[in-house]
């Protein structure tokens, strides 16, 4: 089992920036892949990045591509997403997940697809960023 921890969450203006921490405890031997989702106020959950386990593999969705960055270290067991340029429409709650490695997820294998849920194994349980003047 592996438990995740989001943080960093909050209210900026827009146009600021916020870095979200997913921290990973339990089970942290096996090599796993971390998707960064989010889900906006009366709208489906939809994945925002994705990062391998050795973060050779990264990709983003259209909405936020040039303005977040995704990184890890596996050392601490945490995953980052940085998050700049931020928009009204960026508010959401942000979930950190995770998804071990024979399922493929952010692989080259399933074409790096960044929303697949149905690849997630496990799932933090969020934190609200709110993007407002």
């Known amino acids: 089992q592996l438990q995740l921890v989001e943080s960093g969450g909050g209210l900026v203006q827009p146009g600021g920036s916020l870095r979200l921490t997913c921290t990973a405890s339990?089970?942290?031997?096996?090599?796993?892949?971390i998707g960064w989702y989010r889900q906006a106020p009366g709208k489906e959950r939809e994945g925002v990045s994705c990062?391998?386990?050795?973060?050779?593999?990264?990709n983003y969705a259209d909405s936020v591509r040039g303005r977040f960055t995704v990184s890890r270290d596996n050392a601490k067991n945490t995953a980052y997403l940085q998050m700049n340029s931020l928009k009204p429409e960026d508010t959401a709650v942000y979930y950190c997940?995770?998804?071990?490695?024979?399922?493929?997820?952010?692989?080259?294998?399933?074409?790096?697809?960044?929303?697949?849920?149905?690849?997630?194994?496990?799932w933090g349980n969020g934190t609200l960023v709110t993007v407002s003047s």
């Open positions: 990062i391998s386990f050795t973060g050779g593999n990264i």
């Open positions: 339990g089970f942290t031997s096996d090599p796993y892949a």
């Open positions: 997940s995770a998804s071990r490695g024979l399922n493929y997820y952010c692989a080259t294998y399933n074409n790096q697809a960044v929303d697949r849920p149905d690849l997630m194994d496990y």
